[in-house]
């Protein structure tokens, strides 16, 4: 992709207007606070683990072997939490889910929408779009 700021790039965003024009472009390269951290790519088939999934969750120091990253307390507090966990605990959050599950499934739509729904959702996209590009017409 080539952003707006003239550099070619592989990551970038692209925010399009009502009327199908580019309202909003900037990469990696223009606007780098935007693309801080790891990011997962569909066809990127690494699992992140640890400090790559929360770097924010580990402390990294180094030693003669190279980088060693410690959970920080709070992670460690969150962790023994969630292993404690009561069976009683478990099963109601088990029990939770299935009862959603089941909601969800005897609630879903399972015919197309009606043209006055259809006229409604159209309506309300075009008032999101409105404001979103109302929005980025304030910061620019």
């Known amino acids: 992709m080539i952003c707006s700021c003239g550099a070619e790039t592989t990551r970038g965003t692209v925010i399009f207007g009502v009327k199908g ?7 990696k390269v223009c606007r780098p606070e935007l693309y801080e951290g790891p990011r997962r790519d569909p066809s990127d088939m690494k699992i992140w683990i640890g400090p790559e999934y929360m770097p ?10 190279g980088p060693i990253y410690m959970a920080t307390d709070e992670l460690q507090q969150d962790t023994l939490d969630a292993v404690s966990k009561k069976p009683e605990e478990a099963l109601r ?8 599950a089941d909601k969800k499934r005897a609630t879903r739509r399972t015919a ?11 309506t ?14 304030t910061i620019q």
Request: hydrophobic share 35%; charged share 35%.
């Open 124 to 137: 309300q996209a075009k008032q999101i779009a409105k404001a979103i590009e109302e929005y980025h017409a």
């Open 93 to 100: 959050s088990e029990q939770l889910e299935q009862e959603l």
């Open 112 to 122: 197309p929408m009606s043209e006055d729904e259809m006229r409604r959702a159209v």
């Open 21 to 27: 024009e580019i309202a909003v472009q900037h990469c």
């Open 56 to 65: 924010n969750r580990y402390v990294k120091t180094s030693d003669a072997d």
